[in-house]
């Protein structure tokens, strides 16, 4: 089975095409997801309860998702197929639910679920003929729910619902999140409480199955009645209407049905409610923000041992009896990290009696402040697979009869948990940042300025600290928290909102700025040890050395350096770094 670093070349795509992980082809012998060929240790968490949640994904599906937003080829090729994976099932971990996102996915319903969704839609089909009043089944919607709707139009009440709310704006999102959005939407929708036939999901998993997924314009949400802007987009195809992705191309809606062999679906009650009441949007962007998150988790530990070996710096800090007396959980997995990846290094035996009392907090204080932040990941990863797997419609239906409104469409949790999130991604960037001025700095690093190998003549990592700093103060702006803003919307019926998709979006770009950043250190470590005495530093961070290496050549020059910082990117993010890594020191503990 393929690694991680042999598919970066083959799942990166144009940006003036399709924005997302690439075709799948069939493997023979794929076997089940969550057994044992499929599991690695890259996104497995710090204890045993939260590692029986989520099993992770192979290498080659995170290159395949990790890789969806970087320019390296010019056109889009193939990956290998993830299984069929059930909907309105058991709990989906993080495994299943990125595996989603790739193309060449396919999803399928149990018959024990079929029954659950059939019973549901009986229980609307059966107050309709009673003739009570029923919001979103037979009455109109936020401040009009009061308005009756006489039966005979019904199925047009749905169909006007998507109609009028698919007024997204922006940028359509990538393939990927549009692709997991719309299998959460399934997903949520056979768990069985909404009410709506089988037909409605035959109709939804034929597109899927077909990787034909409706295009989503990024912005229009508030995420409170759920994401009903971007969700009425992603619903349309289903009733001929809207653009879905086809590979590269973007068709119409009614293209794509009868590409997929169907026709146009005529929407009965509660059917148009029932696909865009949710918080599918905010929580596929959050996963896929999450999955990279944990990958930049342990690329900072990475980075932050490279640079402790570059600056010769101590060890000592690290010693697992200092972070036994503060039980952070996050703070202990980074100080083991960091003693795992400098195990054996003779860089350190090499000035342990030096003068030098004490290292900069950037890296003394590494534990701390990336546990924190690995901590703060944590919650956001409890409360994205909580809501994955939850059902957030209005009302919900229930099989004695009843049919109950609420708020399980308001997207709060997700919206805090991407404001924690992104404030907890940031702090990695803003102390990685700090990490690289050690290194530049020849007041204070020990080294030639700017790691240059001819100072004056040659600028050497000069700008790169600089981007490096731009992208920190950016992050500091994207951390603003989203979720303390609400503006009321429907006349005030709506008055308190969470701005979810918002909090998401800027999580998403906070992830890729500081991957950028991890990026930066890693190529000013790495130089500082190539500038350094030729001592073997740590097995870890050797192994982290030959893996930036490989991809990017020692400077002997000043030479054009933006190609060097996306490779170190793409380095992190198509997980070959950390794969490489934990092949010669186990797995790195988050």
Known sequence: MPRAHQLANIVGHRDDVADGPTAGVLRKGVPPLGSKPWRCEHLRLGND???????????????????????????????????????GERPLDLAALVALSVRGSRVALSTNTKQRVYRSRQVVESAVATGATLYGINTGFGKLAGVRIPDAQL???????????????????????????????????????????????????????????????????????????????????????????DGTRVISGKAALVKAG???????????????NGTQIMTAIGLLTLHRALLCCKAADIACALTVEALRGSEKPFQARIHELRKHQGQSCTAQNLRSLLHGSKVMKS????????????????????????????????????????????????????????????????????????????????????RIEQMVNPDISGLPPFLAKHPGLESGFMIPQVVAASLA??????????????????????????????????AD?????????????????????????SLAPGKGVAVAHKAVRARVKGLEGDRYLAPDLKAAELLILDGSLVIAVEAAVGELAI
């Open 49 to 87: 309860a939260d590692r029986r949640q989520s099993s992770s994904v192979l290498p080659w599906l995170w290159a395949a998702l990790c890789c969806a937003r970087l320019s390296q080829s010019a056109a889009l090729a193939t990956v290998v197929l993830v299984p069929t994976i059930k909907l």
């Open 155 to 245: 199925a047009l009440l749905q169909r006007n619902l998507l109609l009028s709310h698919a007024t997204g704006v922006g940028d359509a999102l990538p393939q990927a999140t549009s692709r997991l959005a719309f299998a959460l939407r399934i997903h949520n929708l056979a768990l069985g409480y909404s009410g709506v036939r089988m037909q409605l999901l035959e109709q939804a998993m034929a597109l899927f199955n077909h990787d034909l997924v409706p295009v989503i314009p990024s912005q229009g949400s508030v995420g409170a009645s759920g994401d009903l802007a971007p969700l009425s987009h992603m619903a349309l195809p289903l009733i001929g209407f809207g653009n879905v992705h």
């Open 262 to 276: 169907r026709k146009p679906l005529a929407l009965r009650e509660k059917e148009g409610l029932a696909l865009i």
């Open 351 to 434: 000035h342990a009696h030096c003068a030098k009392v004490q290292d900069a907090y950037s890296l003394r204080c590494a534990p701390q402040v990336h546990g924190a932040s690995k901590d703060g990941i944590r919650y956001a990863h409890n409360v994205l697979l909580t809501e994955a797997n939850s059902v957030t419609d209005n009302p919900l239906v229930f099989t004695n009869g009843d049919v109950v409104s609420g708020g399980n469409f308001h997207g709060q949790p997700v919206s805090q948990a991407m404001d924690f999130l992104k404030i907890a991604v940031s702090t990695l960037a803003n102390i990685s940042e700090r």
């Open 473 to 506: 103060s950016e992050n500091k702006s994207l951390a603003h928290p989203a979720s303390v803003d609400t503006i009321p919307t429907s006349a005030n019926r709506e008055d308190h909102v969470s701005m979810g998709v918002t909090a998401a979006r800027h």
């Open 509 to 533: 770009m906070v992830v890729y700025n500081t991957a950028k950043v991890l990026g930066i250190e890693l190529l000013c470590a790495a130089q500082g040890i190539d500038l350094g005495e």
